[in-house]
């Protein structure tokens, strides 16, 4: 995953993919621009896939007095 990808949040990312979809949904692109930016749009998912993996392992980890338990 590229860099910018990785300092990227969570909401930078969705937002990115969400007007990725839309400028697909238009549907006004040339082929090599609707394949880059469907391929951004993978990576943008990815990246997204795995903030919520990464926050649903903290969310487990919260122990019943809601400390995080150190692994």
């Known amino acids: 995953m590229s860099d910018d990808l ?7 990312a969705l937002q990115e993919l969400e007007e990725i979809v839309t400028k697909l949904e238009v549907g ?6 609707t394949l880059s930016l469907f391929e951004r ?3 943008l998912a990815a990246r997204c896939n795995i903030q919520l993996d990464e926050a649903t392992l903290r969310v487990e ?3 019943a007095d809601g400390e ?3 692994r």
């Open 6 to 12: 990785e300092s990227m949040t969570f909401e930078q």
């Open 28 to 33: 006004d692109l040339t082929l090599e621009e």
């Open 41 to 43: 749009g993978q990576k």
């Open 61 to 63: 980890q919260l122990t």
């Open 68 to 70: 995080i338990v150190e």
